[in-house]
């Protein structure tokens, strides 16, 4: 069977990693499209975009569109992986009627409601004429919004335990987008543990290469994602596949739009204020940080890892 995943910018490589997960642990073939040039963040794996750039503009050269053309139509299915409503994807243009279709969201773009992190690009009916709706973010999972949850995939088998219970603990948080991911708030709950009489470090990563981010995170005793948009990233899956004890807050939706996926899940839930925060990593230095260390690895080999979500796509590709 063969998979178009396809995707306008795939801006955290989640898209391409589908794509390796599926690959190498199924008899599915899945091909990867990325429409439009990012840059962030640097030395992600992607493949070149379809796009390019002449004056000022993005346009599809018209040898593209032909190639595309004929492997589109050559697909069992179609994949959209990303925020945008499957008509926006120029298949029409292309003058392509899909067999079946995908659309998986993720993000800010398709998020609803007064969050800073709220900046949808369309309406939910936008997305009905897919096949199959699928949320990588459990709390997008909308009343009015037919969709099933589908964890990211990461490549868990190629990282290795780096934790250590440290006399000085060091407590890590990489932003992105500090205002989107709750910095100032856990900047303001350091301070109280500090004030409180605990030997902690801070290591916020912000503003650097992935390479250094993911050393000098591997490098943490307990590691903050986020606490605005109630799910916990790509951040945190690295994090837990280190070893390292891993807050964000978890939402009261994320339980009831993950259809019963993320139960006994080890994450701490961090709650969405200095206070809360600072309650939770409070709990995790007073408490066994050695046995919720070994939890977080095994939660991220178990749920995320290449094996789990690559199965987990050819079950549901086959399916449908």
């Known amino acids: 069977m063969k998979v178009a995943l396809i995707s306008h910018h795939d801006y955290a490589g989640s898209g391409y990693r589908i794509v390796e997960a599926v690959n190498t642990n199924s008899k599915t073939f899945l091909e990867y499209f990325v429409y439009a040039p990012v840059a962030y963040p640097k030395n992600l794996k992607r493949y070149p975009p379809l796009f390019v750039m002449q004056e000022d503009k993005l346009y599809m050269p018209q040898e593209t ?37 995908i659309v998986t ?39 009015g919004f037919d969709c099933i949850f589908t964890q990211i ?35 303001r709950a350091m301070n109280l543990l500090k ?29 903050f994602d986020q606490s605005e948009c109630g799910w916990y990233g ?4 690295e994090a837990m596949a280190f070893r390292i004890p891993t ?38 230095l007073d408490g066994d940080i050695v046995s919720l260390s070994k939890q977080m690895r095994k939660w991220a080999v178990d749920f995320h890892s290449y094996k789990t979500v690559g199965e987990m796509w050819d079950k549901i590709y086959r399916e449908l």
């Open 153 to 187: 995939p990461y490549p868990t088998h190629k990282f290795d335990v780096t934790w250590s219970n440290r006399k000085t603990p060091i407590i890590a948080h990489s932003p992105s987008t500090k205002d989107k991911k709750g910095t100032d708030k856990f900047i």
């Open 105 to 143: 969201v993720h993000g800010s773009m398709f998020r609803r409601g007064d969050s800073t992190t709220a900046m949808p690009v369309a309406e939910l009916k936008e997305y009905d004429s897919a096949d199959l709706r699928t949320v990588g973010d459990p709390t997008l999972a909308y009343e």
């Open 247 to 284: 807050l964000a807050y978890i939402a009261p939706e994320a339980y009831t739009g993950s259809q019963g996926k993320l139960d006994m899940m080890p994450p701490i839930n961090c709650g969405n204020t200095v206070e809360s925060i600072y309650g939770a990593l409070k709990g995790i």
């Open 234 to 237: 790509n951040s945190a899956v």
């Open 195 to 223: 004030a409180n009489g605990y030997n902690v470090k801070s290591d916020i990563i912000h503003n650097v290469s992935y390479d250094e981010c993911i050393r000098r995170k591997s490098e943490a005793t307990i590691f």
């Open 65 to 101: 569109g032909n190639r595309l053309q004929t492997l589109f139509k050559d697909a069992d299915i179609i994949h959209f992986k990303g925020d945008d409503p499957p008509d926006s994807y120029y298949l029409k243009e292309l003058q392509v009627e899909p067999k079946k279709t």
